[in-house]
């Protein structure tokens, strides 16, 4: 089966410290991989996406993503942790020849000032 | 502008009664999606339409039903609420049926009592 697992489902780290989100996929095809960010009561918003190009992928607010197949992991680093950054956030796995995404349970980052 | 917006933001109503969540996006897009998130945060694809034809319908009770009068509208109704029915329902459009990079809307929050 194609799947994603989020290996936390609570991070909490102190203002100006590193955040690292863990997300490892099943390997089944190709993928095309994706982190969201969810607000409290908002939507989801695309932070980054791989697609099979640079495996380092840099997104929006500072955060990137490193793919990396022997491991079939994409974990969402930032550097420094800022208080705005406390949201849920969600690993997505795209697999060739299926139209639905599929979503990780979610790691809900917590900023302590 | 809002992107994707969709109406109500908060619904609550009594177990039976119908109920309909209108959605429209305004970004040129040709697919349209229904996700369900339930109160764990866990998202599910419920439909998905490609320029008004439905294209995904996941294991969803037939009481379910939506709706696409035109490629920038997705409602979906539902009949005989159910206290499982209470959760947030996302809409969300890509640009084509192959696009990894979904924009949500602010999501509607429906109880069921």
């Known amino acids: 089966a194609q799947s994603v697992t989020q290996l936390d489902s609570h991070v909490s780290v102190s203002e100006g410290t590193p955040v690292l989100l863990r997300c490892n996929y099943s390997s089944s095809y190709s993928p095309s991989l994706f982190w969201y960010v969810q607000h409290p009561n908002k939507g989801l918003q695309l932070l980054l996406k791989y697609t099979s190009a640079a495996t380092l992928v840099k997104g929006i607010n500072g955060f990137e993503a490193e793919f990396k197949k022997s491991e079939t992991s994409f974990h969402l680093t930032k550097p420094s942790a800022h208080m705005s950054d406390a949201a849920e956030y969600f690993c997505v796995v795209s697999y060739t020849g299926r139209r639905a995404l599929t979503f990780g349970s979610g790691t809900r980052l917590q900023v302590q000032p | 502008d809002t992107a994707v917006s969709q109406t109500p933001k908060y619904l609550v109503t009594q177990m039976g009664n119908d109920k309909s969540i209108k959605c429209e996006q305004n970004l040129g897009h040709d697919t349209m999606y229904w996700y369900k998130q339930d109160s764990k945060k866990f998202l599910k694809i419920m439909f998905s339409?490609?320029?008004?034809?439905?294209?995904i319908n996941e294991t969803v009770p037939n009481r379910f039903s939506p709706k696409s009068p035109d490629k920038a509208h997705l409602n979906l109704h539902i009949n005989s609420l159910e206290l499982g029915d209470s959760a947030v329902y996302f809409c969300?459009?890509?640009?084509?049926?192959?696009?990894?990079?979904?924009?949500f809307g602010e999501g509607s929050r429906l109880t069921v009592l």
């Open positions: 969300a459009s890509s640009q084509d049926a192959s696009s990894g990079e979904l924009f």
């Open positions: 339409y490609n320029n008004k034809e439905l294209i």
